[in-house]
């Protein structure tokens, strides 16, 4: 079946550290996203990423980066200068068309320690 | 600047009762108007679309949302609640352009009782 796999589901960091969040999707979509959600916030965008090799700043990008070497591939890094990185962060893809619907994997969350 | 105010962070209704999810917008043009579905500990999954082609919209699970130009809203509605229908319920809005555009509202959380 066509999807997102979005890995692990639940991640912990210690003080300083970086970890990175992995989302695949197998659906053929050209542009990928990467969301925060907190509870009572709704979802706020942190980056996205039309095409390979290129990708873009959402509203909330500080204490983040990505990569795009691949169409089914979109990482995100949260770095240490990340200071409230505990939430549940979703990654989202759809086809690169105006006002296409999105299709989402099934989050990770993560925790500080 | 687009935006969008769901009313009310929770609803809770009986099994059986009618279930309306209130959604408020702002836009500077026409809208595309969404409402997405969350289930505990998933991702978000459309419910339906309003893309100006019918006022009314029907959705998956028996859902339905009519957009109302003059009031700026678009509610969803469900005639009878289910059990299964218990989650957590987004409306997002969006301007011309991509879906990286796509502004959320903050949810509203439904409970349904037996």
């Known amino acids: 079946d066509g999807g997102i796999t979005q890995s692990p589901k639940y991640l912990f960091r210690k003080e300083g550290q970086n970890v990175t969040l992995s989302c695949e999707q197998n659906l053929n979509h050209d542009a990928m996203y990467w969301y925060r959600q907190d509870p009572g916030q709704g979802l706020r965008l942190i980056y996205y990423s039309q095409i390979v090799n290129d990708f873009q700043k959402g509203d909330i990008a500080e204490g983040y980066s990505v990569s795009r070497e691949k169409k089914e591939s979109f990482p995100l890094t949260v770095t240490s200068a990340q200071k409230n990185p505990t939430a549940f962060y979703l990654c989202?893809?759809?086809?690169?068309?105006?006002?296409?619907?999105?299709?989402f994997g099934s989050g990770t969350q993560l925790s500080v320690l | 600047a687009q935006s969008v105010t769901q009313l009310g962070s929770h609803v809770s209704v009986s099994e059986g009762a009618l279930v309306l999810l209130r959604c408020n917008y702002s836009s500077s043009v026409p809208p595309y108007l969404f409402w997405y579905v969350q289930y505990p500990n998933q991702g978000l999954q459309l419910l339906l679309k309003?893309?100006?082609?019918?006022?009314l919209v029907k959705g998956i699970n028996g859902f339905e949302a009519e957009f109302k130009k003059s009031e700026t809203s678009f509610h969803l509605t469900k005639p009878s609640a289910h059990m299964s229908d218990a989650a957590e319920y987004f409306c997002?809005?969006?301007?011309?352009?991509?879906?990286?555009?796509?502004?959320f509202g903050k949810g509203t959380k439904l409970t349904v009782n037996p």
């Open positions: 989202a893809s759809s086809r690169r068309f105006q006002n296409e619907k999105l299709f």
């Open positions: 309003y893309t100006s082609a019918a006022t």
């Open positions: 997002a809005v969006s301007e011309q352009g991509g879906s990286e555009k796509l502004v």
